[in-house]
């Protein structure tokens, strides 16, 4: 009976230990579906495979911060607004920078919950999780933060009385609001509502108000003295006064205006090399305040800028009209940007 009873139980034992490998065995739920443990309403989760567990890891940690950039980037696609100017493209490539770096913060505290080695393969699978709720916290006092630096900038652009110190206050406004809807873009991935925290104050509100300001200010565009004798300045006359109605300003007469835009067109001998024809030069801008009373600008001088400029053709008067051509496109482009730099002081 004992013999019996000894047998007895070491099947009971061995059928244990073979219950005990098979449970060892089996996948855990997250390998083929949602994690139990860590529900999606409250994780968002990233898995990873590999030879080692450290490979696994740090696959499971890419995994869940790619599928959380690939979202924040679409979305922040859909709510940052890109003008065709120089000056919001600027500002917008070094809000979402920042943004970017915050993200990389909030993706930073990304955990690995579990590994699991399948006995078959010998493949290590890891499991990442990144709390809903804590990065959301940091992504929402970020978002609070930066509303009241946009409310601030609004306020202090009403009370500002120089037209300069409004766009420069309205600017940095702006920059404010385009990293919140880059925050706010992560927020709606986390958030599962997907809606995030609207903003107070819109970014296009910003730029309305900019654009507004931009019209109320009263720029004479002016060729250099020194230009004046030069063959072209006729020519360039007209580009500066289409750079600065592309940049959102309206031109006056120097009688009416509040600043004078001076403009240089500096070009260099034309270059033959290889039978091309090439033009080398620099476009400056000055923009000067303009004394009252004064039929030209005798003030400060708020912000100067030069950029360069070439262009080739096969022949040389192409080659001249081609560079005019890159005036004229340069200007378009960035002279938003440089009046808008002067005012900040940047």
Excluded at 190 to 215: F, H, K, N, Y
């Amino acid at each position: 009976m004992g013999m019996v009873h000894s047998i007895f139980k070491a099947v009971i034992v061995t059928a244990s230990l073979l219950i005990s490998l098979v449970a060892q065995a089996a996948p855990p739920d997250w390998i083929v579906s949602n994690a139990k443990m860590y529900p999606v309403e409250m994780y968002l989760v990233g898995r990873g495979a590999g030879s080692t567990a450290e490979e696994a890891q740090n696959r499971a940690r890419g995994d869940l911060a790619t599928i959380f950039e690939v979202r924040v980037q679409v979305l922040t696609e859909n709510t940052t607004t890109v003008a065709k100017s120089g000056s919001k493209e600027q500002v917008d490539s070094q809000a979402l920078q920042q943004v970017s770096a915050k993200t990389d913060k909030v993706i930073s505290s990304i955990n690995i919950a579990e590994i699991w080695r399948d006995p078959e393969t010998k493949e290590f699978h890891a499991l990442a999780v990144l709390s809903r709720s804590q990065a959301a916290a940091s992504l929402r006092e970020e978002i609070g933060n930066l509303d009241d630096g946009v409310q601030r900038d609004v306020n202090a652009a009403k009370e500002a009385g120089d037209p300069l110190l409004k766009i420069a206050v309205l600017a940095r406004a702006m920059e404010s609001a385009i990293k919140r809807d880059g925050f706010q873009a992560s927020l709606k991935v986390i958030d599962t509502s997907g809606r995030g925290i609207e903003a107070p104050i819109p970014q296009m509100e910003v730029l309305a108000q900019i654009d507004d300001v931009l019209l109320r200010i009263k720029i004479a565009p002016e060729v250099a003295p020194d230009d004046a004798e030069h063959a072209g300045a006729r020519e360039f006359s007209t580009i500066l006064k289409g750079g600065l109605a592309a940049a959102g300003f309206l031109a006056q007469g120097s009688d009416k205006a509040d600043f004078v835009l001076i403009g240089k067109l500096t070009l260099s001998d034309m270059d033959q090399q290889n039978n091309w024809y090439w033009v080398r030069g620099t476009v400056e801008v000055s923009l000067v305040e303009k004394n009252s009373g004064a039929e030209k600008a005798s003030g400060r001088v708020r912000g100067s800028k030069t950029w360069p400029i070439k262009a080739s053709a096969r022949d040389a008067r192409t080659a001249r009209s081609r560079v005019l051509i890159e005036a004229e496109k340069l200007l378009r482009q960035e002279l938003r940007s440089a009046i808008i730099g002067f005012a900040s002081g940047s």
